[in-house]
């Protein structure tokens, strides 16, 4: 999702001419000075100019736009969920400002809240393909599947080089033919900038997946990836460090659970069956998800001043390893959690999958949680990260732009999450085979929610009707019932199954 397009730029040079000429400024002119600001990640000025405002007043729900945004910025995403509230409840008075807030209630993982202020923008834009495209992407994650089908066919029909639109559509459904095949190859070859290129290659890998070509289809990941591949670096050596503080950090004694049971840490590589766990569980009505967080790792940055931009790493866990005490954290974050999941839920489920890094700081920082690790056979592991088009935006999915590096990451996921299994206490941290729940659906739903803490219900077992929002590349799967194809994948690939036992062999993984 491109968020904040630059539709402002235009309004720069009246909105100083009217604050110059103004004797008591205009919120308005300053939100739109802030938000220039902001477009050229000039937080301080933008942060200046949004506080001025406030001091004037007006504009409210602008205004509550301008500090959701600046929120994200700085990594708060409970404070941008609250300003995101205020300023629906506000009320905003133009639809690209209601377009902005959809935008900001689906960055905080609110996709349902988002819809109505997304429809009103392309309401208002009919011919603006992002707005579009914003719309059909939250209506798919809320689990309107026909709307979102609809409306990424109107985009891409209206836009056909809409490469984000294109990848959309041929994965909301399996494709039972190459009708598309030639047109998405042409586009692909003139789409200049690497994003598209990326969404283009993915889109054509999809449909060959579904015709059955498996090793064509890998061939065009390889092309895809490769512009962007230039643009992001993976670092071996960096990841290494990573994984060796994460094991190292499970030396420090972990607490027998003694706190608040509400919070329940879903963990894994990604597309290893995480969103399966979490809508399992979700569906018991005494369980609610509050999506992906990512507040854990800011309130843990934050409570050690560990310096740095990224809220992963090696400075942070080991900082936090040698901790004597962490249990601050766990008012603070339980109010996070349950602002998104509700305060009556017996259960709040976090399921960002690298919090796995943070395994043993979690159960020392909030001493009633627990984790279930999810595991895979890494040779599905590898192809499903490697065939995922994760966010370009987020450093850390740096590693599935290239095969060998995104094997290096599953093997060092692999050993951590072994270390895990052998150090952690087992009533606070499980290991869940994604193929066991495939084997034995009932036998697994009623061990997890034993693990949880929860009496049995039976609605665990209709997690596909499950109707809460899915944000999660598994936004479709999860809506339909349990199913097996996907186990064993790895192997339908000729050429790539011969390269994945090689690359995960230089780590000890075989078959």
């Excluded at 600001?37 to 602008?62: K, M, P, T, Y």
């Excluded at 984000?164 to 994965?171: D, Y």
């Excluded at 003694?258 to 597309?271: K, S």
């Excluded at 009556?344 to 159960?363: H, Q």
Aim: charged share 25%; with cysteine; net charge neutral.
């Amino acid at each position: 999702m491109q968020l904040f397009a630059g539709h402002y730029r235009e309004a720069f040079a009246s909105a100083q001419a009217g604050l110059r000429a103004a004797r008591q400024p205009d919120a308005r002119l300053l939100l739109v000075l802030a938000a220039i600001a902001l477009e050229h990640d000039n937080l301080v000025r933008a942060r200046e100019l949004a506080d001025l405002a406030g001091q004037v007043g007006g504009a409210e729900g602008w205004r509550q736009v301008i500090a959701g945004r600046l929120a994200l910025k700085a990594s708060d995403t409970a404070a941008a969920r609250s300003a995101a509230r205020a300023a629906a409840l506000a009320g905003v008075d133009h639809p690209a400002i209601a377009g902005e807030l959809g935008v900001l209630f689906a960055r905080t993982g609110l996709h349902a809240e988002a819809v109505p202020f997304f429809e009103r923008a392309a309401a208002a834009a009919p011919d603006d393909a992002q707005t579009c495209y914003n719309l059909a992407i939250a209506r798919q994650f809320s689990g309107d599947l026909a709307a979102a089908r609809a409306g990424f066919a109107a985009l891409v029909a209206a836009h056909p080089d809409h490469a984000q639109g294109w990848l959309a559509l041929v994965q909301l459904d399996r494709q039972g033919d190459d009708a598309l095949l030639p047109g998405l190859a042409e586009r692909f070859e003139r789409a200049m900038q690497p994003e598209a290129r990326l969404a283009f290659g993915h889109a054509i890998a999809k449909l060959l997946e579904d015709l059955g070509r498996w090793d064509e289809a890998l061939d065009w990941l390889e092309r895809a990836k490769a512009a962007r591949r230039g643009a992001v670096h993976y670092d071996r050596a960096q990841s290494d460090r990573l994984f060796r503080t994460a094991e190292a950090s499970l030396r420090a004694p972990i607490p027998a659970a003694d706190g608040d049971p509400a919070p329940l840490f879903i963990v894994g590589l990604p597309r290893t069956g995480t969103t399966l766990v979490e809508r399992i569980l979700s569906a018991h009505p005494a369980v609610r998800s509050a999506g992906e967080l990512s507040d854990f790792a800011v309130l843990l940055k934050r409570r050690l001043g560990t310096p740095g931009p990224y809220v992963l790493d090696p400075a942070t866990i080991a900082a936090g390893a040698a901790a004597a005490d962490l249990t601050g954290i766990e008012g603070e974050y339980l109010a996070r959690a349950r602002s998104i999941a509700g305060e009556d839920c017996a259960r709040v489920i976090d399921k960002m999958p690298f919090n796995l890094f943070f395994a043993p700081l979690i159960l020392r920082a909030l001493p009633g949680a627990k984790v279930i690790c999810l595991r895979r056979s890494p040779f599905d592991a590898l192809f499903s990260n490697f065939r995922q088009l994760f966010a370009t935006g987020f450093s850390y999915y740096g590693y599935a732009c290239d095969f060998e590096d995104c094997a290096h990451f599953v093997a060092g996921f692999e050993r951590l999450a072994d270390a895990c299994a052998r150090t952690l206490p087992a009533d606070r941290f499980r290991c869940q085979r994604y193929e066991d729940i495939v084997a034995d659906l009932e036998g697994e739903a009623r061990a997890l929610v034993a693990f949880a803490g929860l009496e049995w219900d039976a609605a665990c077992l209709d997690f596909h009707r499950n109707a809460a929002p899915v944000a999660t590349a598994s936004s479709v799967q999860v809506r339909r019932p349990i199913y097996a194809s996907s186990i064993g994948r790895w192997r339908r690939y000729e050429a790539g199954a011969r390269r994945a036992i090689a690359a995960l062999a230089a780590y000890g993984i075989a078959p």
